[in-house]
């Protein structure tokens, strides 16, 4: 992969040039890119947003609402950013984070949905997979993990199995990121440079760049086998990170029916002082980490 300035790495890939006359999938859906969101722009209209989240915890509390969001797309499409942005301000009991790593032996000899079913939500929570079962029908068919009969085997049960999900009462949403060649690229050279973010590019990351098409082609199959009207997929254009992040989350809020709690007024009242000591002077001799800033 060639190494390209920070500068370039940073500049939005334009129209025409290779990427641009790659085909459709090279892009991520939009015919320009909007002005960049300003940072000052994007923090406020995302701390409205987790007002609203902490308002959706609160009702998903009260009514003991169930409800799976599935984050699947590119690599380094921004689905972790996502995830991290919903859960940056609620209580992870409530909202809570499943990315499961490779299949254990034993998990191999389950049935495939196995392990991601123990996961499910109890009442009053939000489960949020940072990949899911949909794995089969992207890498692991295009990287030879699972077989013809199983890929195909897959397509075919899950839609069945999702609808029994959602008649369970379970609230199912599906989203896919997608991110475009150029900006997949800048983002996978920003990695590589960036000693804070390589461990985000593994093996799996590698050979996705080197099989852009494959990939897509598995994608498309997937959208026509599982987009159903019980658990539909819904793109998010993915290129600019900050408008995906707030786009995903006001769309998430808005498929979900719920009303602000009453809650009653806090205050916080006088402190007891029976019993007062110096329990500053008790903590001395104690070990202490060292002010190095």
Known sequence: MAKRSRDERRRPPRGGGDNATAGAGASAGRAGRAPELKRKTYLAVLRRLHEDLVALQGWVTATGYRAVVVFEGRDAAGKGGVIKAITERVSPRVFRTVALPAPSEREKTQLYLQRYVTHFPAAGEVVLFDRSWYNRAGVEKVMGFCNQDEYESFLQFAPIFERAVVRSGIHLVKYWFEVGMAEQ??????RIEDPRKLWKLSAIDLASYHRWYEYSRVRDAMFAATDTD??????????????ARLNCIAHLLSLIPYEKVDRQPIVLGERRFEGRYDDVESLAGR???????
């Open 185 to 190: 690229q800048r983002r996978f050279e920003d």
């Open 230 to 243: 019980d658990a539909p997929w819904y793109v998010v254009p993915a290129d600019d990170q900050r408008r």
């Open 287 to 293: 070990r202490h980490v060292p002010d190095r800033y």
